[in-house]
């Protein structure tokens, strides 16, 4: 029978905890049709065994993976091998107390994503030591412009709507799933359940460098997916240093007066020939990197390579433009004028492609 709600819960040598979490669990979402589902690292301790006993009284069971480990696949491995319209993630280790979920589970009827969350008025972080605290500050700190309307983004506890997330899309890392789901799904509104983070009364906990260099490497990953327009800038950047190199080389470059005389060239200004030939060698590069990085994953619409050459030939005349104006009423220098020139036309040229050329599958 196809369950609702879907409780997700990494483990790893939990046998001690998943008993008492069960029963907490069960006790606190007695009106609802729901199933724990364990996801468990191959532990040694005998936590799978424990969990196929529980199996035989509540609507638990366990997925064991004997290839695999970490906490974010595991939640994904969870995900796929559920199918339920809710799903909640939650700790084994009884930090998150299981009392909370009717609540998630309520505010989730009306909201796509819904944090569990230790700084939401109501919510406490209980018993941490201030180094904890601090390191707790700077993780959720440094998520603040991936998302901004919650106010614990890096919260463990956390649930959502299954039909608002392409499992395919996520890219597990380290820890913090939550903060991945939450910024890869398609939410159209969030909310946040307040908790008290509760001490670990049995296991060791698992927090070390490794897991803190992993966050630094998701967030770099979801700071490149969120703001496209990062992606966009550095391939931006390797067309701007091809562009300015090759211009600046035909610049120095003389094998006919018509490079090297000042009007020469059908009476324009000597810099418009070599600035145009550099532009349509970066265009070309650009149009290739942002093909295959910058919009890698969406689909690219109907004749997309000739609405981007159209687009950048188009801005190429803008750019030109400003060129033009640059050297003539400001007396820069041509290089110095080409650079400003195609920063300043960068935002158009970004704005077009996303709309114009790339949509999101």
Known sequence: MKKTLAIIVPTF?????VGLLTERVTAALKNVNFEILFVDDNSRDGTAEA????????PVRVLVRKDKRGLASAVVDGIKASDSEFVIVMDADLQHPPEVLPAMFSALQSHELVMGSRYAKGGSPGE?????????????LLALPLLYRIKDRVSGLFGFRRAALDVSKLSPVGWKIGLEIAVRGRYKSMSEVPYTFSPRAR???KLSRKIIWQYVQQLVALYLAKFQIINFMMVGGIGFIINIAIMNALIQWP???AFTVKGSFLGTDYYL????I??????????????FWTFKGWTEKSFGGLRYFTMALATLLLDMLVLYLFAHYLNLPPVPAAALAILLVFIVRFLIARKWVWMQK
């Open 255 to 257: 094998p006919a007066p």
């Open 273 to 276: 020939l070599p600035f145009t």
């Open 13 to 17: 040598n939990e046998r001690e905890n």
């Open 51 to 58: 969990i196929n006993q529980l199996a035989q009284k509540y």
């Open 278 to 291: 550099s532009s349509l060698v970066a265009i070309l590069s650009n149009y290739l990197l942002n093909k």
């Open 128 to 140: 941490w030591k201030f180094t904890r605290k601090i390191v707790s500050f700077v993780a959720n």
């Open 203 to 205: 296991g060791t906990s």
